[in-house]
Nanobody, 121 residues
Framework: VQLVESGGGLVQAGGSLRLSCAAS????????MGWYRQAPGKQRELVAA???????TYGDSVKGRFTISRDNAKNTVYLQMDSLKPEDTGDYYC????????????????WGQGTQVTVSS
């Protein structure tokens, strides 16, 4: 399973960006998908996650500003980031849990390469 992110970049504080992550490869289903971020010198943290049924979870620092969504037909997850702050700066990683075989109800976790988001003050 490969996860390819896009949409990062440089934006001024108060601006918006939209990240996309598309899953490809051989799998039975993609279940939970999410976004994590890592700022320089800090641990990776959850930004938002969404189940295949559409239930979303957000990190406390982004609630009310970011919106996660997904297109199951395209195996793609999106992160709409509004009212961006300098503290949102970091590398954003896509994460997905995939079921690979019909006879084995086990999920495997995959990560994308990351896309950089920089918010200037």
């Amino acid at each position: 399973v490969q996860l390819v992110e896009s949409g990062g970049g440089l934006v001024q504080a108060g601006g918006s960006l939209r990240l996309s992550c598309a899953a490809s490869g051989t799998f039975i289903s993609i279940n939970a998908m999410g976004w994590y971020r890592q700022a320089p010198g800090k641990q990776r943290e959850l930004v938002a996650a969404i189940t295949s049924g559409g239930t979303a979870t957000y990190g406390d620092s982004v609630k009310g500003r970011f919106t996660i969504s997904r297109d199951n037909a395209k195996n793609t997850v999106y992160l709409q980031m509004d009212s961006l702050k300098p503290e949102d700066t970091g590398d954003y990683y896509c994460n997905a849990d995939a079921r690979l075989w019909a006879y084995l109800p086990r999920e495997y976790e995959y990560w994308g390469q990351g896309t950089q988001v920089t918010v200037s003050s």
